[in-house]
């Protein structure tokens, strides 16, 4: 079984600074996907990034990057110029990419809090 | 841009009703999926739906539980005799095809009494 492992439970920025989320994971599988989901205080979750594993660049998406590293299965987030809304639960998440199935299998989070 | 909404967004019920919780995918989004949320835990995985047939369930999913899609357009999650435990925030996700990105509605949180 996928599992998801993120061992930053909490971290803090300062406003405009960068700080980067870890997460590791677990797989047998050589096609798959990996998210990064962000959870406010409004309990919604929200897609930040998405990454193929086939795709051996690292996705970007404005202020936010991803640090991939198939070998050592990792998949770090890192958030530029860090903004108070940026302040929220982040979520690490799996997904199979060949065959059926394709649910997320999330890990613990981490909340991120932004300092002004 | 498109949204998954759900509804309600609060209910509290007593322990052993029935509850029902909707959710209205993205338009031309085929298959569906509710996750559960303990609060302070993770997510986790209850059921994926698609052609009107459960395609996979977690061992959370037991028979207290069903999906259906009654109306072609509402995908909804009933739990027949609510526990205490059964308190948590449900989110429904929905994609266009299996392999894409899944998108979250804003939750439903229950509370059981």
Known sequence: AQTVTQSQPEMSVQEAETVTLSCTYDTSESDYYLFWYKQPPSRQMILVIRQEAYKQQNATENRFSVNFQKAAKSFSLKISDSQLGDAAMYFCAYRRGGGSNYKLTFGKGTLLTVNP | ?113
């Not at chain 2, 999926?33 to 609060?39: C, D, F, G, K, V």
Request: net charge negative; with cysteine; charged share 20%.
């Open chain 2, 1 to 113: 841009e498109p949204e998954v909404t759900q509804t309600p967004s609060h209910q509290v019920t007593q322990m052993g009703q029935e509850v029902i919780l909707r959710c209205v995918p993205i338009s031309n989004h085929l298959y569906f999926y509710w996750y559960r949320q303990i609060l302070g835990q993770k997510v986790e995985f209850l059921v994926s739906f698609y052609n009107n047939e459960i395609s996979e369930k977690s061992e959370i999913f037991d028979d207290q539980f069903s999906v259906e899609r009654p109306d072609g357009s509402n995908f909804t999650l009933k739990i027949r005799s609510t526990k205490l435990e059964d308190s948590a925030m449900y989110f429904c996700a929905t994609a266009r095809q299996e392999q894409e990105t899944q998108y979250f509605g804003p939750g439903t949180r229950l509370l059981v009494l």
